[in-house]
């Protein structure tokens, strides 16, 4: 996906759906720094992965030394509940195979524990912690998902 249309749609529907974040997590998500020509970087280093004609769902796919790195997983509020999401896993864990992976890997929010929920239900668990630069907190979860 590198047209600059469908990355637009992409931008919005990440937007849309990371929109319930704001006041709840901090710092604040990197959504807001996200620019359609970010989205082109993304779909030439990585890859960004949609369902649908105007994308109802959508995740990044970034290879990284050891594993596969999901981003970015959206799915459109009126299509949640329908399995987009373990869609788009599944695309990942195939994408991961093809490249010689083992793992697949994200982060999540620690203030979003319906998202570790979530992520958990589809085969990841918390193997780290990380800190964004100027907290002396934990903000983010690192979860993984082996694959056999």
Not at 50 to 68: E, M, Q, S, W, Y
Not at 111 to 135: C, D, K, Q
Request: net charge positive; with cysteine.
């Amino acid at each position: 996906m590198s047209d600059s249309t469908r990355l637009t749609e992409v931008l919005h529907l990440i937007r849309e759906t990371f929109a319930y974040m704001e006041g709840r997590i901090d710092p604040p998500s990197s959504m807001h720094r996200l620019t359609v020509e970010e989205l082109q970087r993304q779909a030439r280093d990585g890859e960004i992965w949609g369902i649908g004609d105007r994308p109802n769902a959508v995740v990044f796919l970034t290879p990284k030394p050891d594993c596969l790195y999901l981003s970015k997983l959206a799915v459109a509020q009126n299509k949640r509940g329908q399995g987009l999401a373990r869609r788009l896993v599944e695309v990942a864990e195939h994408r991961a195979r093809a490249k010689g992976f083992r793992a697949l890997e994200l982060q999540t929010r620690v203030e979003l524990v319906e998202n570790h929920a979530a992520f958990a239900r589809l085969g990841f668990a918390i193997t780290g912690e990380t800190t964004h630069a100027g907290y002396d907190r934990t903000t983010s979860l690192t979860m993984r998902k082996r694959l056999d």
